[in-house]
């Protein structure tokens, strides 16, 4: 069993900052991808930020330049810095992890979701 758990959600206004972060718990062999995807209401969930084991970032176009996700591989725990953040950044904000549990089985992972609300 593996959860994943966030944290650094809340109301913020144009322009602000927040931090998210992402914990993850269990029974870990190794930590593989981990990522931070959104959903705003009546829409469809989006990859926001990913990294590689290897450090290696990806970002949507929409965050590129004001978001920044990180890792820190001791405490199995994922960031995301946001910064100028804009109205349309609203959603909630879900963590996903692929997770060797051993050699053979890696299984995928969500976390609950923390809710980011950016007021105008």
């Known amino acids: 069993q593996v959860q994943l758990v966030e944290s650094g959600g809340g109301l913020v206004q144009a322009g602000g900052s927040l931090r998210l972060s992402c914990a993850a718990s269990g029974n870990i062999f190794r930590i593989n991808d981990m990522a931070w995807y959104r959903q705003a209401p009546g829409k469809q969930r989006d990859l926001v930020a990913s990294?590689?084991?290897?450090?290696?970032?990806n970002y949507a176009d929409s965050v590129k330049g004001r978001f920044t996700i990180s890792k820190d591989n001791a405490k199995n725990t994922v960031y995301l810095q946001m910064n100028s953040l804009k109205p349309e950044d609203t959603a909630v904000y879900y963590c996903?992890?692929?997770?060797?549990?051993?050699?053979?089985?890696?299984?995928?992972?969500w976390g609950q979701g923390t809710q980011v609300t950016v007021s105008s």
């Open positions: 990294i590689n084991s290897g450090g290696s970032t």
């Open positions: 996903y992890s692929e997770v060797s549990v051993n050699t053979i089985l890696t299984i995928y992972v």
